[in-house]
Structures are given as C-alpha cells and as structure tokens.
C-alpha cells in the first residue's frame, strides 16, 4: 500500500452525506464498528472454501502515529486473530521500522470482521510505503477419525487417535488429549495435551499412541470405553489463557 495523506472533514457531515444515520445493517456475524455503513442491499459474501485473513479499510491518523483498519476471515473456519504486524518501508522496500497492533475482537467465525489498531510510540517520519500482516489460526477442532484400543502387557490401555484436518486451511501445530471411561460414564483415565504435533496440510492425518497403565484408575475402575479430541495448538493455548 502506498502512502496517502488524508484530510479530515466533519464527522457529522460525512455521516449525513454518507446516509448513515439511517442505514440499514444486517448483524449476522459481523462485527460492526460504532458508525455503520449504509446498506447496498446486497447479500454478505459467502467465505470461499479456502482464503486467508485480509487486512481492509486502513486509516492513519494524528500524524501516522495511530493507524486504524479492520481483519476480515475470509476462511471456511473460526480462526484467532489477535495482532497485526506492521512494517514501514523505505522507496527500495527496505524495512524502516516495525510494530504490533491489535485487533477489537480476536476470534472471528467465517465471513466475521473486527477493527484494529496500531499505535507508535517511537514514530520514524522517513518512510514511503507500509505492509500490514495479521496474525492468524485456525481454532475449530479438527476431525478425530477414529479412537481405538488395544492390550499391552499386564493389562494395560494402548489407546490410538486418527486424527485429520478437515480444515479448508493449514494447521501450524496440533494438541490431542485422550480420556478413558468407566462402566457408569465417568472418566477414569486423563491424557491432556502434551506435545505439538504437525504441522497438517488440509485433508492431512495423523496417529497418535498413549498408554494408559492399571495404576492411572483405582483398582475398583474398570476401564470400559475411550475418546480422544483434537485441537489446532493455538486454540488449546486460547482455552488455557480463558480458564486463567
């Protein structure tokens, strides 16, 4: 994007020319700023099947110091995206400086918008054009295919996990936990997420092997049925800074 100077009219003006006042939003699941657009009565664009996170509609403001946009999840899936990396080029395209922005509301479904901002403290004047990349995952559980068991030595629980992403996008890590249950329903054995697997390409699998052993459940447990759910890393890590 090459640089632009903007000039500043009234807010109300614009507002009326614009016919925002009394415009006509459809909700749905997107995000909507403070002032809305007037409506085209034009559908909301369905997502394509595969895509990417786009940066659109970037502002700068009090002397390029502050600059205003909005993500957009052109994906098929929910994704987290919580910042923005953005870089100030020189004329050659050479980096200048770089900071972090971040966005209004980081977890976008399909087709959902959020605004963000980028804020400069320490301002470099001498620049020419500038790049804005989100920073995005996937968070929608991937496909678990199948959960099966087997017998070692001794009587314990070889649990295996067939795990796909049935995602239309590409998973950087995954987390796989497992559990067994008893005869009543309860779980009596607890394999949370331990390493990151992956990275899987959309239609890709994966197996993944824990053994339970007779001392993970009480000796009156008798272990009877087992499942195993899988999740994109940067989801598990989401879930993990909600229970904090």
């Known amino acids: ?16 020319a614009l016919g925002v006042l009394t415009a ?3 909700a749905g699941n997107i995000f909507l700023p403070l002032v809305a657009r007037a409506s085209t009565g034009e559908e909301t664009p369905t997502p394509t099947p595969s895509g990417t996170v786009r940066v ?6 009090f002397r390029d110091k502050e600059w205003y946009g909005e993500l957009v999840n052109e994906t098929g899936c ?3 995206a919580p910042r923005v990396a953005m870089s100030l080029l020189d004329e050659g395209g050479l980096l200048v400086a770089n900071t972090t922005g971040y966005s209004m509301a980081p977890l976008l479904a399909p087709g959902a918008r959020t605004p ?6 320490d301002h470099p004047y001498d620049w020419e054009s500038y790049v804005i990349y989100p920073e995005w995952d996937p968070v929608d559980r991937l496909a678990v295919e199948s959960a099966l068991r087997s ?11 067939t795990v796909c992403n049935q995602l239309p996008v590409r998973v950087k890590s995954v987390a796989v936990g497992m559990v067994v249950y008893g005869p009543s329903g309860e779980v009596i054995g607890y394999d949370g997420p331990r390493d990151l ?3 899987l390409d959309p239609g890709d699998t994966l197996s993944v092997t824990h053994d339970f052993f ?31």
């Open 1 to 16: 994007m090459n640089r632009k100077r903007v000039l500043w009219p009234l807010l109300l003006a614009a507002a009326f």
């Open 197 to 199: 697997l992956g990275p």
């Open 116 to 121: 963000f901002v980028v804020r400069w403290y």
């Open 214 to 244: 007779w001392y993970d459940w009480n000796d009156e447990d008798e272990p009877v049925g087992c499942a195993a759910f899988a999740v994109p890393s940067a989801a598990y890590q989401l879930w993990l800074t909600d229970l904090e």
């Open 78 to 80: 929910t994704v987290s």
């Open 151 to 161: 017998s070692g030595k001794s009587g314990w629980w070889i649990m295996t996990a």
């Open 24 to 26: 006509q939003v459809r």
């Open 56 to 61: 659109q509609n970037v502002h700068s403001y």
